[in-house]
């Protein structure tokens, strides 16, 4: 969960102007970069892990996520697409629970467009995370005699298979402030242009 | 999300005297008692929100949550009735992802052990906390002209008809420690006596 993301500007809606105002007034606390995203799974139980907010895609306000294609959360989000975020800044009290659906970009992505996103989050991790999709297949057990991988990877190279981008569009956003005493819901439809326009309402805590 | 639960001992499960170690670590952060608790909502799309943790209970490993009966919350686990806990610690950097099963105890429990839990945990909270069960309903629109009926409510009175106990019981505990690199499963069966059995794995991070 290492390395925070980071969080270019775009002609922001009120929730991501709030979001990034939470990210900068809490961004002396590494962990403010994580949060909990929450599937479904196959059997129809709810999942729960954190991941690190890795920033907002280039001109729009999804939000990328790195993961490693052998962990249960792809076969979760194969199952069932939608997702949602629960981030609560400490410092600052306020919690956005986020929801909205998930997109799998992985090395049987056939979209260019996909692929070169993947490829750019790639480079952006630094070496050291780099290396974490070398390693042994998360959940198994451990073997002691693992040979280390380590040593087939070099700066240049591209994406491993085990590389995944998560790409996480969000469709509705519960904001709270506790400080504040305050909760507001933005909820959004897509226009006949495909973006997405927002509604907001002032609700009880 | 105000104050912290009590982290009474009982013949104590390896998983839980890690949470129970994580916990005393992290005890000078207030947010150390608060997580992230998945269910699943009856349009099968996950919801995820910030609780707090308000102690074992007494006897066994189930963890107490106290809420609203008037949030969503309520509907979904009557739709479904399985959880996913992510506990993340700030400081000591473990996570705890906890699943299991939640009961709702409320005003239209029958069971007096359950019954008399819900008042316990009632006055186990502070008045201002109490309070918050006589506010508007969460998630309706803000009526400015909303009476107040703070005046309704003195020490001595018994748990509000909205307040509602969470119990969930853990049947499976997947440790990660950042530092530690370390990650160990938990799983549990219930035994001929109904008590659980817990066998563990160290497994891959």
């Not at 270019?8 to 994580?34: C, D, G």
């Not at 697409?81 to 410092?91: I, K």
């Amino acid at each position: 969960m290492a390395g925070a993301g980071t969080i270019a500007t775009a002609a922001a809606q009120p929730w991501r102007t709030l979001l990034v105002a939470a990210l900068e007034s809490n961004a002396h606390l590494k962990h403010s970069s994580y949060f909990q995203l929450a599937t479904v799974a196959a059997n129809g139980k709810p999942a729960n892990r954190t991941v690190v907010f890795r920033g907002f895609q280039e001109g729009c306000d999804n939000i990328h996520i790195h993961t490693d294609s052998r962990s249960s959360k792809i076969d979760e989000i194969k199952h069932c697409r939608y997702g949602e975020v629960c981030w609560y800044f400490t410092e600052s009290w306020e919690q956005f629970r986020i929801n909205g659906t998930l997109d799998v970009i992985d090395c049987s992505t056939t979209d260019p467009v996909k692929l070169q996103q993947r490829e750019k989050s790639w480079f952006s991790c630094s070496l050291k995370s780099r290396f974490q999709y070398l390693g042994p297949v998360p959940r198994l057990p451990v073997l002691s005699a693992e040979p280390s991988k380590v040593d087939q990877l070099d700066s240049s190279s591209g994406p491993v298979d085990t590389f995944c981008l998560l790409i996480f569009d969000p469709e509705q956003v519960d904001y709270l402030s506790l400080k504040g005493n305050e909760r507001i819901l933005f909820r959004s439809r897509r226009s006949s242009s495909e973006s997405r326009v927002w509604f907001s309402d002032k609700v009880n805590p």
